[in-house]
């Protein structure tokens, strides 16, 4: 099983990474595992996912600068400039900075203390169907049926915005979890 880090370092980690973020005034959400535990799920991370608008002038060093900057964090030099590796150093955690136009509309979890801007669930949902498409991770399966069980969605808008290209993907890669299979057939995708 993967490391896991615990959900304080987490939660100071996000913080660092949310102050760093709106002080530059940049637009952000926080996804992924991070967002599953914050909303109760048992499974456990290893990082912080975090998409940024990227601004529109030298964006890229921009935001990169900033956690350059700032003395909680080291930035993984690396080849992407569509994302940012950074490591919060108190408690030795992953920031994974990605560099994309995030869903108009964020959402303070319930289970947030600290009233960070999340992914609405909708959003979330779909994005594991992107993932469960591109690769074959098994904490995608599970976080899709714990998404499916605990939240309320907009099927509509999923329907309408989900690719039947991508669901067929993801049944073809994930056609042996049973409960995946089911709520994917149920998008009754054209």
Not at 51 to 58: D, M, W, Y
Not at 86 to 99: E, R, S, T
Request: proline content about 5%; some cysteine; overall charge neutral.
């Amino acid at each position: 099983m993967a490391l896991t880090i615990p959900r304080d370092h987490l939660d100071l980690a996000a913080i660092a990474v949310h102050r760093i973020l709106t002080d530059k005034g940049l637009n952000h959400v926080f996804l992924g595992g991070y967002e599953l535990v914050v909303m109760g799920s048992s499974r456990g991370t290893k990082d912080v996912d975090v998409a940024v608008k990227k601004p529109l002038f030298n964006g890229f060093e921009k935001v990169k600068q900033a956690f350059i900057n700032d003395s909680e964090f080291m930035v993984i030099e690396g080849n992407r400039t569509d994302a940012i590796r950074a490591i919060h150093q108190p408690g030795m955690v992953g920031i994974d900075i990605l560099l994309q136009k995030p869903p108009k509309g964020s959402v303070i979890l319930p289970g947030d203390p600290n009233n960070l801007p999340f992914l609405t669930a909708m959003h979330l949902f779909m994005s594991k169907i992107k993932c469960l498409a591109e690769r074959n991770k098994p904490s995608d399966e599970d976080d899709l049926v714990y998404i499916f069980e605990h939240t309320t969605l907009d099927w509509d808008k999923i329907t309408s915005t989900v690719k039947a290209s991508q669901r067929n993907e993801a049944l073809a890669r994930h056609g042996n979890h049973p409960r995946v299979v089911e709520i994917l057939t149920a998008l009754n995708l054209k």
